[in-house]
C-alpha cells in the first residue's frame, strides 16, 4: 500500500512564524504535491515537485515555498504565518506512468494561525 | 478561474437508489479525469477514474461517464450504502513540467445518503 505521512495532524502557530509542513511516502512516486483544503473552494495546488529540486508553482503559492532534497520527502513552508494560511492542508504522491495518474493522499495537517 | 467545476455543493440519495454526481470541465488539455472521495479529518482517496479516449469505466458499484464533447463527466453510485456518504472530489490531469501529470480538483460535493 502507498503510505503518505504527513509529520503533523493539528498544529497551532503564531502570526509571523516560520512553519514547517513536512510530508514523506514511500512508494518512490516521482511527483509530489501540496494542496490547502478550504470550505466551498476544494483543493488548491500550492507547489508540486516533479523530481529531486525541482519545484513548480502551482495555484497560489504566494506566502508558500517548498523543498525537496530528498525524492521521499517534501516540505511545506510557510516563511511568516498570517490567519489567512488558516487551513487544512494535503501533502500527496503520484508516479510517472499516464497509467498512474491517481495521486495518493496523507491524512492531512489542521493548520491554524493565531 | 475554475477548470472544473462541480456546480452541486451538495446531494442527497436514499440508500439503494442511483447517486449521480456531475462535474464540468473548460480546459480541453486534460487527459485524465479520476474521482476521489474524502472524509471528514482523513485525506482524499483515489475512487475511479477514466481516460479522455474512453466514454466509460465501471468498478463494482461505481461507473464514471465521460461526454468529451460537452466536456462533462458523471460518476454514477449504484445502488448507494450510507458509508458512500462523504465529499466527492472530481479531478482532472494535464501533463506538465517534467512529464508529470498533475491533478486539478474541483470543490466537491457532500453526498449524504440515508438508511
Known amino acids: 500500500d502507498v503510505k503518505v505521512t504527513q509529520s503533523s495532524r493539528y498544529l497551532v502557530k503564531r502570526t509571523g512564524e516560520k512553519v514547517f509542513l513536512e510530508c514523506v511516502q514511500d512508494?518512490?512516486?516521482?511527483?509530489m504535491f501540496w494542496y490547502r483544503q478550504d470550505p466551498g473552494l476544494g483543493l488548491r495546488l500550492i507547489y508540486f515537485s516533479y523530481d529531486v529540486k525541482m519545484k513548480e508553482k502551482g495555484d497560489i503559492p504566494e506566502g508558500y515555498s517548498v523543498s525537496r532534497e530528498k525524492k521521499e520527502r517534501f516540505s511545506l513552508i510557510l516563511e511568516s504565518a498570517s490567519t489567512n494560511q488558516t487551513s487544512m492542508y494535503l501533502c500527496?504522491?503520484?508516479?510517472?506512468?499516464?497509467?498512474?495518474?491517481?495521486?495518493?493522499f496523507g491524512q492531512g495537517t489542521r493548520l491554524t494561525v493565531v | 478561474d475554475q477548470q472544473v467545476k462541480q456546480n452541486s455543493p451538495s446531494l442527497s440519495v436514499q440508500e439503494g437508489r442511483i447517486s449521480i454526481l456531475n462535474c464540468d470541465y473548460t480546459n480541453s488539455m486534460f487527459d485524465y479525469f479520476l474521482w476521489y472521495k474524502k472524509y471528514p479529518a482523513e485525506g482524499p482517496t483515489f475512487l475511479i477514474s477514466i481516460s479522455s479516449i474512453k466514454d466509460k469505466n465501471e468498478d463494482g458499484r461505481f461507473t464514471v461517464f465521460l461526454n468529451k464533447s460537452a466536456k462533462h463527466l458523471s460518476l454514477h453510485i449504484v445502488p448507494s450504502q450510507p458509508g458512500d456518504s462523504a465529499v466527492y472530489f472530481c479531478?482532472?490531469?494535464?501533463?506538465?513540467?517534467?512529464?508529470?501529470?498533475?491533478?486539478?480538483f474541483g470543490r466537491g460535493t457532500s453526498l449524504i445518503v440515508h438508511p
Open positions: 512508494m518512490d512516486h516521482e511527483n
Open positions: 479531478a482532472a490531469s494535464r501533463i506538465a513540467r517534467g512529464g508529470s501529470y498533475i491533478p486539478t
Open positions: 500527496a504522491s503520484s508516479g510517472e506512468t499516464a497509467q498512474n495518474t491517481e495521486a495518493f
